[in-house]
């Protein structure tokens, strides 16, 4: 009998994993679901290109097994994204808050506290919110998620290094400062 690690299986050749779902499982949606990562200036590449390549891997591994990209991901934002280390990223405008939508990520960064305080993308931020299935901060992109009141009561975590500040700025969110990840209904937070 093969290993199972969470639904992945571990054949006898070393280096090679496989995934066995039955074919009753394995529902693709007719169109791929819109994925949404959020950018500003001074965001943490990492937050950015982290989330971005997971969802191009996975329909990268879709095509090759045969089937269509379940996921459009795209970066979107204001304007122009400078990220803390100096790289400019390319993005695509923030959508209108009824556009079609699946998976709301929010990137961290020492631009985060900025965001926050943009009013305008603070509202967007909740509006849109509305239109996912599910929604997720990556690291400090907890702060801007926060800032909605979108956390409010509800479970958290953020870089450990700011989980006091955290506390004290959102006195209405229960921050957890040792999980990696936190989900807390369809609100996703992780702590980088």
Known sequence: MEPVIRGWTIPDEPGTFQRKM???????????????????????????????????????????????????????????VIASAGLGITAERLPPIGAPLDTLIIAGGEGVQAASADLELVDWVRA?????????????????????????????????????????????VHVEADPIFVCDGRIWTSAG
């Open 22 to 80: 039955s074919k009753s499982t394995r529902s693709l949606p007719r169109a791929p679901r819109a994925i949404e990562i959020l950018a500003f200036p001074s965001v943490q590449l990492l937050d950015v290109s982290g989330p971005l390549q997971v969802f191009a891997t996975a329909n990268d591994i879709a095509v090759q097994s045969g089937g269509a990209p379940p996921y459009a991901p795209c970066v979107v934002a204001r304007g122009e």
């Open 128 to 172: 849109r919110t509305e239109q996912a299935r599910r929604v997720a901060s990556v690291c400090t992109g907890a702060f801007l998620l926060a800032a909605t009141g979108l956390l409010d009561g509800r479970r958290a975590a953020t870089h450990w290094s700011l989980c006091s500040e955290f506390a004290r700025k959102f006195p209405m």
